[in-house]
T-cell receptor, first 117, second 116 residues
Framework: GAVVSQHPSWVICKSGTSVKIECRSL??????MFWYRQFPKQSLMLMAT?????????EQGVEKDKFLINHASLTLSTLTVTSAHPEDSSFYIC?????????????FGPGTRLTVL | RKEVEQDPGPFNVPEGATVAFNCTYS??????FFWYRQDCRKEPKLLMS???SGNEDGRFTAQLNRASQYISLLIRDSKLSDSATYLC?????????????????FGQGTILTVHP
C-alpha cells in the first residue's frame, strides 16, 4: 500500500511556542490530505482538509489561525500549532488519499504525539 | 446524536471465539464505510472497505444495512493478535457529480481483548 510519513513522531514543547508537523506521501501524489486529532480514549476528529495549492478547509470549531496548514506540493502538507498550550496536547495524525484498487482508500501517517508543558 | 456511533466495549473474548461489532450512522447520504484497526498509540490501519451489502476477507466479514443504517464487523476464530481498537468510519462527503470528497467521520472505537 501507499506510504505516508509524519515528522516528528513526538515533540515536547513549552507553552506559547509553535510546533510544525510535516506529513509526506512517499510514493504517490496527494492533492488532498487530512489532519486529525485524537485525545486519549477518544476517536479521531477531523480538523481540516488540506488542498494542494489552495487554502485549507477547517471543520467547525477548529481555529484556522491557531492551526496553520500549508500544502505546498503534491507530497507535503504541514500543520503548525501556533502558541501551543497544554490543552493542545494530543495525537495528531494526517492521512492522504491514494487511488488504489479501493479507489478511495486513505492511508494514515504514523502520527505525532504533541505534549505541551 | 453522534454521526457515527459504536459500543466502546471493552469486549473480552477467548481465543477462537467469534465476535461481532455494530456501528450505526446517522447521515443517510453516506455511501462508503470502512473498518479500521488501531493499536495502542499507533495510527489506524484499514481493515475493510464496505461499499455495497458486504465484504469478506478471511476471518473478517463486514456487512452493511442501509435500511437500518448500520454496518457490522464479524471476526471469526479470534486470535490474540486481534486485540486492538476497531474504528468504523463513514464517508458522507460528496462533490458535485457524486465523487467522494474523502472526509471520514469516525466512531469512538470498540476495544477488543482476546485472551488465551
Amino acid at each position: 500500500g501507499a506510504v505516508v510519513s509524519q515528522h516528528p513522531s513526538w515533540v515536547i514543547c513549552k507553552s506559547g511556542t509553535s510546533v510544525k508537523i510535516e506529513c509526506r506521501s512517499l510514493d504517490f501524489q496527494a492533492t488532498t490530505m487530512f489532519w486529525y486529532r485524537q485525545f486519549p480514549k477518544q476517536s479521531l476528529m477531523l480538523m481540516a482538509t488540506s488542498n494542494e495549492g489552495s487554502k485549507a478547509t477547517y471543520e467547525q470549531g477548529v481555529e484556522k489561525d491557531k492551526f496553520l496548514i500549508n500544502h505546498a506540493s503534491l507530497t507535503l502538507s504541514t500543520l503548525t500549532v501556533t502558541s501551543a498550550h497544554p490543552e493542545d496536547s494530543s495525537f495528531y495524525i494526517c492521512s492522504a488519499r491514494a487511488f488504489t484498487r479501493d479507489y478511495n482508500e486513505q492511508f494514515f501517517g504514523p502520527g505525532t504525539r504533541l505534549t505541551v508543558l | 446524536r453522534k454521526e457515527v456511533e459504536q459500543d466502546p466495549g471493552p469486549f473480552n473474548v477467548p481465543e477462537g471465539a467469534t465476535v461481532a461489532f455494530n456501528c450505526t450512522y446517522s447521515n443517510s447520504a453516506s455511501q462508503s464505510f470502512f473498518w479500521y484497526r488501531q493499536d495502542c498509540r499507533k495510527e489506524p490501519k484499514l481493515l475493510m472497505s464496505v461499499y455495497s451489502s458486504g465484504n469478506e476477507d478471511g476471518r473478517f466479514t463486514a456487512q452493511l444495512n442501509r435500511a437500518s443504517q448500520y454496518i457490522s464487523l464479524l471476526i471469526r476464530d479470534s486470535k490474540l493478535s486481534d486485540s486492538a481498537t476497531y474504528l468504523c468510519a463513514a464517508d458522507p462527503s460528496r462533490l458535485a457529480g457524486g465523487t467522494s470528497y474523502g472526509k471520514l467521520t469516525f466512531g469512538q472505537g470498540t476495544i477488543l481483548t482476546v485472551h488465551p
